[in-house]
């Protein structure tokens, strides 16, 4: 396996699209905390050819501010600083670094000045994604400028004999339009980093972890029947065979029809398996429960309970399992991010508990979701799991916002399985990565007939993205909209009025709980 590249993460909210964006390149990227040494670097990344600094919300020159680790600049390798990091590099080695008259935010054109190193081989104007409101008032001594915007005189800049580079925007979201020739460049031009990160590697490297990590015992695997359980489950057992069981746990906050089909799928896939319908369980604790926190953390808790108790009933519990993935980690931010600030709590990454903290397997945890369903397809596993779009652990609990109810899950199932059938039918579902409803507890005045309703609202989202980190909403034709509201308003019981969701991540996330 190709280890080449390590990322110091500064708190950026999109700092996981730098490694996802280097490992398109086929190079392998690690990323560490601000706060981690040079030993811990070299443990992480061994023999790594580049350093790359992410963004973040600080500014250099404010007390407390995340601060640039003194082994970076002596490393003796290229460095490339993305927005924060730029400023850190410059405040390290003498530059200026002062509050933007106006701060930058969204779509804008550079100019290219210098295209070599970092910028070769690309169009002198170029569309990127900003996001700051410090820019650089000084570069400092041997820099020179690279490119620049109307608002940053110094977009761009690199000191090219030493290979440090710094740019003000985001050369790792997709809105910054050649920003993977960016980091490519960076990547294998200026560090002469080797391409070799492929599926089959994650695959080897993966199941030699799982098998060090596990030895002869045994593995519970809470199979939820999405693409990450399902590929964590698929590593897990090519690693340790039958010293994995899966237990399905039937909250009763799953889509319509789709118990019945996780357990076909999961028979299917010769694992040992144990299904219990704990619909009850979970409902009881989260009657009069809104706050959206809370009820992830009591659906975490119960998912654990239940597991525990399921696996004891067929032999001992040694380790839990878990399809966490990168995008749950970051989201997530937990003490490992230094300077992130949390967005939400993950079913994947919080309730266990704390005998079994300690006792966790998560294969896929440094992965992206593309990769997960590359690693899926190569370890045999059916089209209709990889393929399976993104569902919550919490399932339809964080879709119902409010109190969850057996009556409002049942209106929620009912909506969301006519949104995706009229979606599926239109042929528009291979262009959309995710679509669901919403309940909203929200009643509003309609008329059926000749009588007044006073019914609940749905709200139905669907997004575009490849990588889940940043996502535009889909552009549904006006026609196939109108036929599913009317479809809803008709056939779902209690529901007056259908929203569709226009906002895009970021600001909004793409769940709404």
């Not at 919403?438 to 993205?465: C, F, K």
Request: net charge negative; proline share 5%; aromatic share 6%.
């Amino acid at each position: 396996m190709a280890i080449e590249s390590g990322g110091i993460d500064f708190g950026s909210q999109v700092t996981q699209l730098i490694a996802r964006r280097v490992r398109e390149a086929s190079v392998y990227a690690a990323l560490l905390p601000y706060v981690a040494t040079l030993e811990q670097a070299q443990a992480a990344v061994p023999d790594f050819r580049g350093v790359i600094l992410s963004g973040g919300a600080a500014s250099v020159y404010e007390p407390g501010a995340p601060y640039l680790p003194d082994w970076v600049l002596k490393a003796g390798v290229p460095v490339l600083g993305i927005c924060y990091g730029m400023q850190l590099i410059t405040h390290a080695l003498g530059g200026k670094v002062a509050p933007s008259a106006s701060r930058e935010y969204g779509k804008t054109e550079v100019q290219i000045q210098c295209a070599e190193g970092l910028l070769a081989g690309l169009d002198p104007v170029q569309t990127v994604w900003m996001s700051h409101g410090d820019r650089l008032e000084r570069p400092a001594e041997g820099f020179k400028t690279l490119a620049s915007s109307d608002n940053a005189p110094f977009a761009a800049i690199g000191d090219v004999a030493r290979g440090l580079y710094g740019v003000q925007f985001h050369p790792e979201v997709m809105h910054t339009a050649h920003g993977t020739e960016m980091l490519r460049n960076f990547v294998i031009e200026v560090c002469g980093a080797q391409t070799g990160w492929t599926p089959q590697n994650v695959i080897d490297a993966s199941v030699e972890a799982i098998r060090a990590q596990v030895g002869d015992e045994r593995v519970l695997l809470g199979m939820s029947g999405g693409v990450d359980s399902a590929v964590a489950g698929a590593l897990i057992h090519r690693a340790v065979g039958d010293q994995l069981v899966a237990v399905f746990v039937n909250h009763g906050m799953l889509r319509k029809g789709e118990a019945e089909l996780v357990v076909e799928a999961t028979h299917n896939l010769g694992w040992n398996l144990v299904a219990v319908d704990a619909t009850e369980e979970f409902l009881d604790p989260l009657r009069d429960v809104t706050d959206p926190e809370q009820k992830r953390v009591i659906i975490g808790k119960t998912f654990a309970d239940v597991f525990e108790r399921e696996a004891s009933r067929v032999g001992q519990l040694d380790w839990l399992a878990q399809g966490t993935i990168y995008p749950d980690v970051i989201e997530s931010a937990g003490t490992g991010r230094p300077g992130a600030d949390r967005i939400k709590s993950h079913h994947n990454v919080g309730g266990l508990p704390e005998h079994l903290k300690s006792k966790l397997v998560e294969p896929l945890r440094e992965l992206f979701k593309d990769e997960v369903r590359a690693v899926g397809s190569l370890l045999g596993l059916p089209d209709e799991i990889v393929w399976r779009q993104p569902f919550p652990g919490p399932g339809l609990g964080v879709r119902c916002v409010g109190e969850v109810t057996w009556e409002r899950l049942e209106t929620l199932r009912a909506a969301d399985d006519i949104f995706l059938t009229e979606l599926r039918a239109a042929g528009l579902m291979d262009a959309i990565a995710q679509a669901f409803a919403i309940l909203l507890p929200v009643r509003s005045v309609g008329v059926m007939g000749d009588n007044r309703t006073y019914d609940e609202v749905i709200a139905l989202r669907a997004v575009t993205t490849t990588d889940f980190m940043t996502a535009d909403w889909a552009r549904i034709p006006d026609d196939v909209l109108a036929h599913i509201s009317s479809r809803i308003v008709n056939e779902v019981k209690g529901v007056n009025r259908v929203l569709y969701d226009v906002s895009t991540k970021p600001p909004a996330t793409i769940e709404w709980e």
